[in-house]
């Protein structure tokens, strides 16, 4: 709903920052809550030169009960994007209890809150490491769920909490039931086409695509693709990746569907955000070179622990519900990752 307060948990962050680009685009009012764990107050002053709008922001931690609940006496929030996490699969191996801490209690203290507020509109953060072991490398949102790590875990717990919320709403009658959209994303690259905020990752990053950026400007001496021997079209890993603005444009239809008649009996609902297309390594390497005209330099080593070798999205789901799909192809996806690296060699500094 036009002129609407949304509170933006993790709005510092890579998507969060997005999200709050398209919200207050779209009319919305935004407040962003973010402890700054793995973030900068940087990109709230590169959004709001984007938009030409404002936005009020508090540095707290979701588990903070007391600061969440000053924060909603204080605004007039109508909804919750739930960004704020952590997100590193290898760091969530060594590290579990802060990654249950973090993620799944944070999420039951902002719940709590929210209920004591009676806001009860929330879209959440999910991720395609909530599917289990699967037939068909099309996911389809109702496979089987079951994560690998405690990272995937994490979120699959929050999804099981959110549905027990929605369904405890149900058999109490509740006046104004939960609605609750679990976004399912596949891999966010790419960055806001003005290069002003991207993803800004702490040390040497996880992921393909900030890897293969920082090789193409020199940052980093070679890329290391993680296996040449999956049984994949040439060997490398198959992954469905979203230009991260086509995602939070996901996420603005899901408020706007949570708001109208298909949950106006409350309701919790996953969609898979994805193109529903793969790509695999070396598709990545190649499109990488072709539009920026950098070589990527690579070698060939061991498998990474844990990878799959291929899956992407079904997300005709979305497209019937939320009337969202995807738009922007890999070269966009590319030519906007190599913008925000050239104009920003060292992040937000
Ligand atoms: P990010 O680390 O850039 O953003 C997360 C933000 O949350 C950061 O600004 C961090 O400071 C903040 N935060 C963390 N714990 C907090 C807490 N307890 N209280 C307040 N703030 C806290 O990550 P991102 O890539 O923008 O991811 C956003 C969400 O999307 C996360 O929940 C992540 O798990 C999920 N997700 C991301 C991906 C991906 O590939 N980036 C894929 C699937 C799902
Ligand atoms: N890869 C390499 N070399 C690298 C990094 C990655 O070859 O240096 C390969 C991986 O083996 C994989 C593909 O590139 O085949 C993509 O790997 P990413 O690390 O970029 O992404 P993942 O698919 O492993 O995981 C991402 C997020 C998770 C999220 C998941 C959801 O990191 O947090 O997508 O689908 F849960």
């Known amino acids: 709903m036009n002129g609407q307060t949304i509170l933006v948990t993790g709005g510092t962050g890579y998507i969060g920052s997005h999200a709050c680009v398209e919200l207050l685009t779209a009319g919305y009012q935004v407040v962003v809550v973010d402890n700054l764990s793995n973030s900068k107050v940087e990109p709230l002053r590169r959004l709001e030169q984007i938009t030409g709008k404002t936005l009020q922001f508090y540095e707290a931690d979701i588990r903070d009960k007391k600061a969440l609940t000053e924060i909603f006496d204080r605004e007039p929030i109508g909804a919750v994007m739930h960004f704020a996490g952590l997100k590193a699969v290898g760091e969530s191996c060594r590290q579990p209890l802060s990654y249950y801490h973090n993620n ?112 193409a400007i020199g940052k980093l001496a070679q890329l290391s693709v993680f296996g040449d021997d999956y049984p994949t079209r040439d060997g490398t890993g198959v992954r469905d990746y979203i230009h991260v603005v086509d995602l939070v444009k996901g996420h603005i239809k899901a408020l706007e569907a949570l708001q109208g008649e298909k949950f106006k009996s409350g309701g919790c609902k996953a969609y898979n955000l994805g193109t529903g297309r793969g790509y695999s390594v070396l598709d990545i390497i190649k499109t990488f070179e072709a539009v920026t005209g950098r070589k990527v330099n690579y070698k060939i080593g061991p498998r990474r622990a844990g990878d799959l070798p291929e899956y992407f999205a079904n997300a005709e789901l979305a497209y019937k519900e939320l009337g969202w799909k995807a738009e922007k192809n890999l070269d966009d996806m590319v030519a906007d990752t190599w913008n925000w690296q050239c104009k920003n060699p060292q992040g937000y500094v």
């Open 104 to 215: 799944v209690y944070g999420t039951m203290v902002l719940a709590e809150a929210m209920a004591e507020a009676n806001v009860k509109q929330l879209v959440f953060s999910s991720s395609a490491t909530v599917y289990g072991e699967s037939t068909s490398v099309q996911y389809v949102e109702d496979f089987p769920l079951g994560a690998i790590n405690p990272y995937g875990r994490s979120k699959l717990m929050i999804e099981e909490i959110l549905r027990d919320l929605s369904a405890a709403d149900a058999i109490n009658g509740a006046q104004s039931p939960w609605k609750i959209a679990l976004l399912r994303y596949f891999n966010p690259i790419g960055a806001h086409e003005s290069g002003l905020i991207g993803e800004d990752p702490n040390g040497i990053p996880n992921n393909l695509m900030p890897y293969v950026s920082q090789v």
